[in-house]
């Protein structure tokens, strides 16, 4: 149930950060990245460039270190 948790997350929120889906879903980042190539591999969404800021914008974080994945289809 938790991928199509996941799936579901990304539709409604248009993108997220590994971190912030592993604290949504009570798992680890591992665990969250792996769910999400499978998604990927599905061509729904795909991974963002890295240095991409998160929705939140507030900058706290080094973007070097935050894996973004979006929503791509319609």
Same mark, same amino acid.
């Given at each position: ?6 799936? &579901? @997350?990304?539709?409604? %929120?248009?993108?997220?950060?590994? =971190?912030?889906?592993?604290? !949504?879903? %009570? /798992?680890?980042?591992? !665990?969250? !990245?792996?769910?999400? &190539? @499978? ?6 969404? =795909? !991974? ?17 270190? /935050?894996?973004?994945? &979006?929503?791509?289809?319609?």
């Amino acid at each position: 149930m938790m991928l199509l948790d996941i799936k &579901e @997350h990304l539709r409604t %929120n248009g993108s997220t950060a590994v =971190r912030d889906l592993a604290l !949504k879903f %009570n /798992i680890t980042q591992e !665990k969250a !990245k792996s769910m999400l &190539e @499978h998604w990927v591999k599905k061509g729904l969404i =795909r !991974k963002q460039a890295p240095g991409s800021l998160c929705q939140s914008g507030c900058r706290s974080c080094e973007p070097s270190t /935050i894996e973004i994945y &979006e929503w791509i289809k319609p």
